[in-house]
């Protein structure tokens, strides 16, 4: 298994409850390494732009709205298999069906407002990195 980097957005819901520690100590605990990390608000072009591939789905509309409604916390994690990795660790996007112990199952409050974004493949990886970060903001 190779070192990969994957790209993890803590939601809106998580900030408002003031998480993010716990979020992140789920990824710590799992062998992911946070190499950068940024808290920032999204506009309205942003989060369309990022979730570009849900345009036609019956819920962009309100996703873009929620994903604006507060602060992100974008970060890059860094890890082995960290993409497959990651996305173990956050659990199913519905939290009704998350596993026990992933942060979905733990701290999601909807299948929309489940807590945390995570890449889903390498080339989705590499490009949702770019969206967000230079190289020189990464320090592996
Ligand atoms: P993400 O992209 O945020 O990591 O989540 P995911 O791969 O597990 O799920 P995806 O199908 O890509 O959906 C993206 C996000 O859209 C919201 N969603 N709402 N109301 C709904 O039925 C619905 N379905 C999805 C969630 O915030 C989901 O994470
Ligand atoms: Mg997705």
Redo the contacts with the bound molecule.
Sequence with gaps: MATERTLSII?PDATKRNITGKIIDKFESAGLRVVAQKRIHLSDAQAGDF?AV?KERP?YG??VS?MTSGPVVVQVLEGEDAIAKNREV?GA?NPSEAAAGTIRAEFAES??A?S???S?APETAAEEIKFFFSDDEIVG
């Design positions: 939601k979730y849900h819920f309100d996703l929620f956050m996007t299948i929309e489940n945390v974004h995570g889903d």
